[in-house]
């Protein structure tokens, strides 16, 4: 089993920015990709940015230019810097870690 813990969510102003980590713990040699992914009310669950282990990325069209993913496979965590904050990024986000692991969910909510 894995266990992701994530942390850093919160209430930021619109272009404001935050840090989301996760961190995994268990049978991590399991991991292959890492991610996070969101869910606005009323919506989908959607991919916002992913990477994997050997290090390629991949974002949405919308968070390219304003998110960045990054890995740490020495401390087992991913984390999402997300810059210039708009209220379209208000949802939960998700830490993702491959194949099917997910996090309990981190609230982030941007205001106009």
């Known amino acids: 089993q894995v266990q992701l813990v994530e942390s850093g969510g919160g209430l930021v102003q619109a272009g404001g920015s935050l840090r989301l980590s996760c961190a995994a713990s268990g049978s991590i040699f399991s991991i292959d990709a890492m991610g996070w992914y969101r869910q606005a009310p009323g919506k989908q669950r959607e991919l916002v940015a992913a990477?994997?282990?050997?290090?390629?990325?991949n974002y949405a069209d919308s968070v390219k230019g304003r998110f960045t993913i990054s890995r740490d496979k020495v401390k087992n965590t991913v984390s999402l810097q997300m810059n210039s904050l708009k209220p379209e990024d208000t949802g939960v986000y998700y830490c993702?870690?491959?194949?099917?692991?997910w996090g309990q969910g981190t609230q982030v909510t941007v205001s106009s």
């Open positions: 990477v994997t282990s050997g290090g390629n990325t």
């Open positions: 993702y870690g491959g194949p099917g692991y």
